[in-house]
């Protein structure tokens, strides 16, 4: 699994990955991006916080949570 740090956030490409970054990002939840937004509706996934008017992130925690659910 990648290091998460212990607190902080997320973009979307850290959480889904992203291989056409150079370098590329592996992903720690490998799904399509909206498979992870129609999670994020149905509460499966957890809720991002709005950092800025363009920049949607998620809480480092939420993410360690969610992977210890599964």
Request: contains cysteine.
């Amino acid at each position: 699994m990648n290091h998460l740090p212990e607190t902080g956030f997320l973009r979307l490409s850290q959480i889904i990955g992203n291989p056409d970054a150079e370098p590329p990002i592996p992903a720690i939840i490998p799904v399509k991006k909206s498979c992870w937004w129609a999670g994020v509706a149905a509460g499966r996934f957890p809720k991002p916080v709005k950092l800025g008017p363009r920049v949607t992130a998620w809480r480092v925690e939420d993410i360690r949570a969610l992977i210890a659910s599964v």
